[in-house]
């Protein structure tokens, strides 16, 4: 069994968070792959392989072309970076051509600090989306946040790794 840990990034914060959840699974004994969308896409899924999909969130949910499009036009006046996986299609699109086959699964996001209400989650879709292929969840959808200007706030890495620990306890049992 190896988690797959599946993320689309505009600005790196996502793709940072990725890499922390990786680490954290890794750390907790839980072997852990961190792809973008499109080394997913090439990789594939195995029958045993447990999805952990993450996404930024565009007004309100997953993005889209048209958003993904905008925050690439829109970077450097946000004096921020665009992610080198920011290119071609998105959790979005890409869970819309997963093949339905069930297993486990967890949904993550980034997000605007600020109430959810106002702000979104992406991880909410993210889970809908997993459900509807037949995956179970193996955790509540879980948002890490970013600062009005696109920064993670400086605790959301430590979060993430303690996140993906916890995870790792709850995928560990049914393996034996």
Known sequence: MTVVVVYESM??????????IGHGLAGAGVPAEV??????????????DVLVVGAPTHVHGLSRATTRQAAVQDAPGRAVEVDPSAQGEGVREWLGALDTHGGRA???DTRAKGPAVLTGRASQKIAKALHQHGFELVAEPESFLVSSDNRLLPEELTRARQ????LATTIRPTQL
Not at 11 to 20: D, L
Not at 38 to 47: I, S, T, V
């Open 11 to 20: 600005y790196g914060n996502t793709h940072r968070i990725a890499e922390a």
């Open 35 to 48: 792809l973008s969308v499109e080394a997913a896409r090439e990789r594939g899924l195995g029958p045993e």
């Open 163 to 166: 996140w993906a620990a916890d």
């Open 106 to 108: 967890a949904a993550f």
